[in-house]
């Protein structure tokens, strides 16, 4: 019955002119098609559309919610984007509910017999989303005002009370709200805040919140809102610095479950003691992160995840005595979504792999048994048996940090072939690069007959806090230092060209792609950046309000002289002369997150040094390309590039 902190979907303004790019110089040919303006590219050749497509047709079921009567809400594409689904059943037909040109991003049920629930949705990847009433027949109710944006949504247990946070635009702070949904415009405010803060759980008499403070991506600290008073106290003010997700009352409203790194580099469940602060852990050893978890409605049953090095683990028990319970017997992959049913008996489990697009099973957590799967995903033309298996491999840094990467080698090579490499680097920089259905990998693989590796640099999450730190700051380049070294790992492969290597990124990794070019142009063939950023003063000057504190936090404050001297000598701007090999650039005119001006301007230096750069830019879309037209053109660009790289010519 929650959604997404709402400072945790990363948020950014795009510059004035974003829904505009400049008038290209001349020499420079340009064309449009559909909604994206392309700068130096080729046409597309008829056997790379052909190959894009039998890879950019698979689709995912992502689970939502349990409606009451037991069916499920899901997301799925049936179309240009994902849209709101019913399953009444495990094997049912997937009823379509919502029919938006711009995707939904989540849906939370209301309780009650009227089977209606609350979606959240946006316009073109702007991010300034919307909450809507609705149900599975008729118009929705908006929940909140246009042009503000709004999330971390949670229900009282009876559907009558709904909080969420609000951030509007040029202002750091954000506002808890509350409303009955049923009837929508009656909004009131309960809380403001000088910074970002996310709503978490109600307490069962709705006479108090849980709330979120987000400090960083490494900090955040828990409040208690009192409803009747506004006042607001925080839970542990004495505590070590810890980072809290998902924190919940459990039964008698006198302590939470929540998942925290409180005195531990790993994240862990844990039971926090309202009046007292103090902390017991739940389930103790863990060596890795709990990556989620769901409480049935008596609080008895605990469902948690382990994220064990990429992969998902799940782990039934019960709470209050730790005995086992019947544990599911699930596919080798990683868990995006847990949550008991109406029923409290089964637990939906949303799963997704390197050979599977992403479904959505269920088993019994009381009787055991086997699972049931609900949703059975296309592939589109592709034979599940023909896919690439990452193989989980690490390779020594420059300070003897143990770094661990994924790779996809090409099934379609003759022995003794030397191929070439695609390095894809994650964004985040918070993130963590997991064997997830991974289309584009499998594709490059397969079409390009590309090893593709995806390394977790230093600051990938998923490792523990130490690591997680290791790139803060003045320590920004430590992480472009890790691709030196995998570049250094590709040479002793003897399976891998270290003649023909390109780096390929997004958001963070755009940033990490024009990084690892300024640093190691002379070993590699060019680089692919998707809005990236390019100089981290313009970045954060233009970035919105009520998301600056956060990034500065992770990145650095640019006020501060001293950092200001680090970004001036880190930022690819300022070492774009170093990069004498072809860029490919693509970007969204509405990206909330890095503005479009991050692209513009490495566009126009690269060029202005007479090095050849390509790109592309699409009006209708954000941070993030999710409409399938846009992301079919995205990858036939990125395949005629990366080919030539490659071959060393342009396709006839």
Not at 415 to 421: I, S
Not at 469 to 477: G, V, Y
Not at 516 to 528: A, D, I, N, W
């Amino acid at each position: 019955m929650r959604l997404m902190p709402l400072f945790l979907a990363a948020t950014m303004l795009a510059s004035p002119l974003a829904a505009q790019q400049a008038q290209p110089p001349a020499g420079v040919q340009t064309r449009q098609v559909g909604t994206a303006t392309l700068q130096n590219v080729p046409e597309i050749p008829d056997d790379v559309r052909a190959a894009v497509q039998r890879y950019q047709n698979s689709r995912s079921a992502e689970f939502q919610d349990w409606l009451p009567d037991g069916t499920m809400l899901i997301t799925t594409r049936f179309g240009s984007t994902a849209q709101l689904h019913q399953v009444a059943a495990a094997g049912a037909t997937r009823r379509q509910l919502t029919y938006y040109d711009s995707p939904v991003a989540g849906a939370t049920a209301l309780p009650g017999a009227d089977r209606r629930f609350i979606l959240t949705r946006d316009t073109d990847g702007d991010e300034w989303f919307q909450l809507a009433v609705k149900g599975l027949t008729g118009p929705e109710a908006l929940l909140t005002e246009p042009g503000t944006r709004n999330g971390s949504l949670v229900l009282s247990k009876d559907g009558s009370l709904a909080v969420w946070a609000r951030a509007t635009k040029g202002a750091a702070g954000y506002t808890i709200l509350a409303a009955d949904p049923n009837q929508p415009g009656a909004r009131r405010e309960l809380y403001k805040a000088e910074g970002a803060v996310a709503p978490a759980d109600l307490s069962e008499d709705k006479s108090k919140l849980v709330f979120q403070r987000s400090i960083s991506n490494r900090e955040s600290q828990l409040f208690l809102l009192d409803l009747a008073s506004g006042q607001a106290t925080r839970i542990a003010p004495k505590a070590p610095t810890a980072r809290y997700e998902d924190p919940r009352f459990l039964p008698g409203g006198k302590s939470l479950i929540a998942i925290s790194d409180r005195d531990s580099d790993v994240r862990r469940l844990v039971e926090i003691d309202l009046a007292t602060g103090a902390e017991r852990v739940l389930a103790p050893g863990l060596k890795w992160d709990v990556e989620s978890y769901d409480l049935s409605g008596d609080g008895r049953i605990l469902a948690y995840a382990v994220n064990e090095d990429g992969f998902s683990r799940v782990v039934v028990q019960d709470r209050v005595t730790r005995r086992a319970l019947p544990q599911p017997e699930l596919p080798k992959g990683v868990v995006t979504a847990l949550k008991f049913a109406p029923d409290d008996r089964r637990i939906a489990v949303g799963l997704t792999s390197a050979t599977s697009a992403g479904d959505v099973w269920s088993f019994d957590a009381v009787a055991g048994g086997p699972i049931a799967r609900w949703t059975f995903s296309e592939l589109g033309d592709l034979d599940p048996a023909a896919l690439a298996e990452p193989e989980l491999i690490r390779f020594k840094s420059f300070d003897g940090l143990s770094v661990p990467a994924f790779v996809y080698r090409p099934k379609n090579v003759a022995a003794g072939t030397r191929t070439p490499v695609i390095i894809d680097i994650h964004g985040g920089p918070e993130a963590q690069t997991r064997p997830i259905w991974n289309y584009g990998a499998q594709y490059f693989a397969d079409v390009l007959g590309a090893t593709v590796i995806l390394p977790n640099v230093r600051g990938s999450d998923g490792y523990g806090k130490r690591y997680l730190n290791l790139d803060n700051a003045e320590k920004r380049e430590d992480s472009v230092k890790d691709i030196g070294a995998l570049l250094d790992w590709i040479r002793a492969q003897p399976s891998l060209d270290a003649g023909k290597v390109a780096v390929y990124g997004q958001s963070y990794g755009g940033y990490m792609s024009l990084a690892v070019m300024t640093h190691y142009s002379e070993r590699l063939v060019g680089g692919v950046e998707r809005y990236g950023i390019s100089d981290f003063r313009t970045f954060l000057e233009r970035t919105e309000a009520y998301r600056r504190d956060n990034r500065r936090a992770e990145y650095g404050d640019e006020r501060d002289p001293a950092m200001a001297k680090v970004f001036a000598r880190i930022a690819p701007m300022a070492n774009l002369p170093r990069i004498t090999k072809p860029m490919l650039v693509m970007q969204g005119a509405q990206d909330p997150r890095v503005p479009q001006f991050e692209s513009d301007q490495v566009v126009a230096k690269l060029r202005g040094q007479g090095v050849d750069t390509w790109y592309v830019l699409f009006s209708d879309e954000g941070h993030g390309f999710q409409k399938k037209e846009n992301n079919d053109l995205r990858r036939e660009v990125e395949t005629v590039f990366l080919r030539k790289l490659f071959n060393g010519q342009a396709p006839q």
